[in-house]
């Protein structure tokens, strides 16, 4: 569904970096309706990019709780398929750089990922299109919740970025002095990538709510300590003890 840049905003409803929460499920009309994407509970900043002409048009004129099924054709999805996009590589260049030669195998052109789509005895051809180039999608999407405060806002970016529940995220706002703080489970400490997971939040936060100061706090509850009373002889031998 992510895909394609949008910054207007169409109609009354939703206003250029409302934080939201939307479910959607995104199928091919011409396969059968077969499902190629959905999600829920996703985090979106509206009219910041990353969503479909389509979707972005359809959300601009919902209301939370609303459900709404959208037609996209290819101009307000991934575009029209391109010929100029089908690349010609010589086998043997694959080959060099250990590239399985394949239909339907993946490789990157150029930064660019494409998928071998046909090979000839000297060449393959390398389709540079988007998956769904081309194709009409039937979209249903349901505006679910729009954070209405600092804290909500915060606390959304957060679970996005951390692949969290927003419900397991607590946030406040001190208006006052303009501080954020971010209270995150010990969970996350498991990230290999925990760094730059939180400088992204810092930046989305500082887009959406412009404070002075984010705080993150991550709870480590430990395990109640049992502490053996004095004199009270241990259950297990010593190293030194013996046995004949």
Avoid at 155 to 161: C, E, G, K, V
Wanted: overall charge negative; charged content about 30%.
């Amino acid at each position: 569904m992510f895909g394609v840049s949008i910054s207007a905003v169409f109609g009354l409803g939703l206003r250029v970096g409302d934080v939201v929460l939307i479910n959607y499920t995104v199928k091919v009309v011409d396969e059968g309706e077969r499902v190629v994407d959905s999600g829920r509970g996703s985090v979106i900043v509206f009219g910041k990019g990353s969503l479909l002409k389509a979707v972005e048009e359809a959300l601009a004129e919902m209301d939370v709780g609303v459900k709404r099924e959208v037609i996209a054709p290819p101009e307000k999805a991934y575009g029209l398929r391109r010929e100029d996009l089908v690349v010609r590589v010589p086998v043997k260049q694959l080959q060099r750089l250990g590239i399985r030669v394949r239909v339907g195998e993946e490789v990157d052109v150029g930064g660019r990922r494409g998928v071998i789509s046909r090979v000839t005895e000297r060449f393959a051809y390398i389709d540079l299109n988007h998956p769904l180039a081309g194709k009409t999608l039937k979209i249903e999407l349901e505006l679910v919740a729009r954070a209405e405060t600092p804290s909500d806002k915060a606390r959304f970016l957060a679970s996005r970025l951390l692949g969290l529940d927003p419900s397991g995220i607590e946030a406040g706002y001190d208006e006052a002095n303009g501080v954020v703080t971010i209270r995150l489970p010990a969970s996350i400490l498991g990230l290999s990538d925990l760094e730059a997971r939180l400088q992204r939040i810092a930046s989305d936060v500082y887009e959406a709510v412009g404070p002075r100061k984010l705080s993150y706090v991550i709870e480590v509850e430990y395990p109640e300590r049992v502490e053996a009373k004095p004199g009270e002889a241990s259950s297990q031998p010593s190293e030194s003890s013996s046995t004949s």
